[in-house]
């Protein structure tokens, strides 16, 4: 089987890790590369194995290949683990479809796939600005991003120095980037989030260390006094 036999974009990069190691592997380390999975199937989130594979591919065997993947695969399978996972990617697109925003802004775009899923909700006159700093993503964004239903207004740099350039009023932000500037983007969205908008802030327990007392990971700390923020903003009447 290839990808090429698939209609579905979406299948075909969800199918690039397997595939690939069924390719590269030997058949004894695939059937304990298969087990391993199905153990932490059983004792994890499903959600992270496809990270799990496409990491193996770039840490373990990517090192030991004299041929390199090209440009466009290995930026695909770069720190996977910033992808928006499929179950968040649905809730994504349900909250979307019972709001029906007509302008989002999104804070972190990665490859595209949680704009795309504010797409299937969003009104068909609506807009979605996106804002990520790797330059190098912008033609993968845009490749998935051009038989969009609605438009999608891709913005590449700072977003502490974009966001307020960008003259509108968003009925939904999507907080989804660099944990340490959490509470600087806050700052600066609140006040062009219309009134009974939503904030949607990914992340935000941080695998649970934000339970750490004493952290010294910039992240975590972060994150902590982003909570503490929301929690104390007269303004937030609703935090879920």
């Known amino acids: 089987m290839s990808t090429s036999e698939l209609d579905s974009e979406t299948l075909k990069t969800q199918l690039r890790a397997p595939l690939v190691l069924a390719k590269v592997l030997p058949v004894g380390l695939l059937g304990a590369f298969a087990a391993l999975m199905l ?36 930026l695909k399978i770069l720190n996977p683990r910033m992808l928006s996972g499929h179950l968040q990617g649905r809730f994504l697109s349900l909250i979307a479809k019972i709001y029906k925003p007509k302008r989002v802004l999104e804070i972190g775009t990665y490859t595209g796939y949680s704009a795309l899923c504010f797409s299937e909700g969003i009104e068909v006159d609506g807009e979605i600005h996106t804002i990520d700093k790797n330059e190098e993503l912008l033609k993968i964004q845009s490749d998935y991003f051009k038989n969009c239903r609605v438009t999608i207004k891709q913005y590449c740099g700072d977003a502490l120095e974009i966001i307020p350039t960008i003259n509108e009023t968003f009925d939904l932000i999507f907080l989804d980037a660099d944990k340490e500037n959490y509470v600087n983007y806050y700052n600066l969205i609140i006040d062009k989030l219309r009134v009974g908008g939503l904030i949607i802030a990914d992340n935000v327990l941080w695998s649970g260390k934000v339970l750490k007392k004493n952290s010294k990971d910039e992240a975590t700390k972060s994150l902590i006094e982003f909570n503490k923020l929301i929690k104390n903003d007269n303004l937030s009447l609703i935090h879920i």
């Open 39 to 74: 153990a932490a199937f059983v004792s994890t989130h499903d959600t992270y194995l496809h990270s799990w594979g496409s990491i193996l591919i770039q840490d373990v065997i990517m090192p030991f290949r004299k041929k390199p993947f090209n440009k466009e695969t290995h």
